[in-house]
T-cell receptor, first 112, second 116 residues
Framework: DGGITQSPKYLFRKEGQNVTLSCEQNLNHDAMYWYRQDPGQGLRLIYYSQIVNDFQKGDIAEGYSVSREKKESFPLTVTSAQKNPTAFYLC???????????FGPGTRLLVL | DQQVKQNSPSLSVQEGRISILNCDYTNSMFDYFLWYKKYPAEGPTFLISISSIKDKNEDGRFTVFLNKSAKHLSLHIVPSQPGDSAVYFCAAPASDSGGGADGLTFGKGTHLIIQP
């Protein structure tokens, strides 16, 4: 059963702590994306990767980092430099080009 | 500045009637548009798309209309059903090239409420 998995569903971060959100896909998609959703807002692009070992900043990359060591995996680290990390984080993948992006179930990050 | 705008935060429609969700855009270079449906605490699911070479695309109860001169698109749902209650996002490719490979830019969404 192909799809995108994100873990954990909820994540708590303490002040000054880095946390990593997991995203895995078994759709054999080349491109992967991270978006952030805040209440009453649309999704905003954080980072994207069109191919393994390459990634690009999106509109709101400050305070975040990513890696793309494997085609199936695109983890997102929320660093202590991200001053307002509380949000719903969504990972997506696509075959590239104009192909539709498919989303995972999301991770809600909360700050303690 | 938002390039994709959904100016109605919410819309209430009676079950069985038509739901019309609107979306405006500012970038005339956009050549592809998508609609996503989202339930609370879940990821968005793809609903329907339209290429700029078309002015209409239909899939079952869902039809998207594109008016390029007005930079406006709309999603029609007929007939509306209780399961259609969700937030609907309009989206377009984030860059003028790449067709979406560089990510999507989203509107703020419209919360559709279907009343029995």
């Amino acid at each position: 059963d192909g799809g995108i998995t994100q873990s954990p569903k909820y994540l708590f971060r303490k002040e000054g702590q880095n946390v990593t959100l997991s995203c895995e896909q078994n759709l054999n998609h080349d491109a992967m994306y991270w978006y952030r959703q805040d209440p009453g807002q649309g999704l905003r692009l954080i980072y994207y990767s069109q191919i393994v070992n390459d990634f690009q900043k999106g509109d709101i990359a400050e305070g975040y980092s990513v890696s793309r060591e494997k085609k199936e995996s695109f983890p997102l680290t929320v660093t202590s430099a991200q001053k307002n990390p509380t949000a719903f984080y969504l990972c997506a993948s696509s075959g590239g080009g104009i192909e539709t992006q498919y989303f995972g179930p999301g991770t809600r990050l909360l700050v303690l | 500045d938002q390039q994709v705008k959904q100016n109605s935060p919410s819309l209430s429609v009676q079950e069985g009637r038509i739901s019309i969700l609107n979306c405006d855009y500012t970038n005339s270079m956009f050549d592809y548009f998508l609609w996503y449906k989202k339930y609370p605490a879940e990821g968005p699911t793809f609903l329907i798309s339209i290429s700029s070479i078309k002015d209409k695309n239909e899939d079952g109860r869902f039809t998207v209309f594109l008016n390029k001169s007005a930079k406006h698109l709309s999603l029609h749902i007929v007939p509306s059903q209780p399961g259609d209650s969700a937030v609907y996002f309009c989206a377009a490719p984030a860059s003028d090239s790449g067709g979406g490979a560089d990510g999507l830019t989203f509107g703020k969404g419209t919360h559709l409420i279907i009343q029995p």
